[in-house]
């Protein structure tokens, strides 16, 4: 399996986001592409929703038992979604992924009322958070994009322990420079 470590995210280092994620060699950059932005998007909604019902979870911890399961799931999410996995060498699932959003979702529409919000819908805690979208995002490995229809092996040969840095690219972010990343 080929190792891909894919950044995505914001300019700024800190505000970038990055996991790993496994592939044959003979995965054609199309299957790639829709696997990663769906992490990626998985990603970014589990630390959008730990950074809006962190603060509120945290003063009510002590005083209210029925937020400490909201609290722990959003806790194990986290932890999972971090860009700490790509440093422990752990690539992301999508089942994981979604399995711990619905156990947020699930343990939010218990709890959402003693945080004030007005109902369990959980899209408010979302708001401007826009989801890549697959059909209009490249992918760029080594300064050359990846395209849709050809398959790994095409650029990076058929060693199946190679390891890359894939960057996602939608055409409203920056384009990518041409240096060794």
């Not at 399961?69 to 959003?74: M, N, Q, T, V």
């Not at 080594?142 to 650029?155: F, H, I, S, T, V």
């Not at 199946?160 to 240096?179: A, D, G, Y």
Request: hydrophobic residues 35%; glycine residues 4%.
């Amino acid at each position: 399996m080929v190792r891909i470590q894919v950044k995505h995210g914001g300019d700024e280092e800190e505000d970038q986001k990055e996991f790993l994620y496994e592939s044959p060699t003979t995965s054609t950059i199309d299957e790639i592409a829709k696997d990663v932005i769906q992490i990626a998007n998985l990603q970014s909604k589990i630390l959008r929703l730990s950074l809006h019902l962190q603060p509120r979870l945290s003063p009510l911890i002590n005083t209210d038992p029925k937020v400490i399961p909201l609290s722990r799931a959003l806790s194990e999410a986290e932890a999972y979604a971090s860009k700490n996995q790509v440093l422990h060498n752990k690539p992301l699932s999508i089942c994981v992924l979604k399995g711990h959003k619905q156990s947020i979702e699930r343990e939010f529409t218990g709890s959402y009322d003693i945080m004030g919000f007005p109902d369990s819908n959980i899209r408010q805690l979302l708001p401007g958070l826009e989801a890549i979208k697959e059909d209009i995002t490249k992918l760029w490995w080594a300064g050359k994009e990846l395209m849709r229809g050809k398959r790994l092996c095409d650029y990076i040969g058929k060693n199946e322990k190679t390891k890359i840095i894939l960057r996602l690219q939608s055409p409203s972010s920056h384009p990518v420079c041409n240096s060794v990343q």
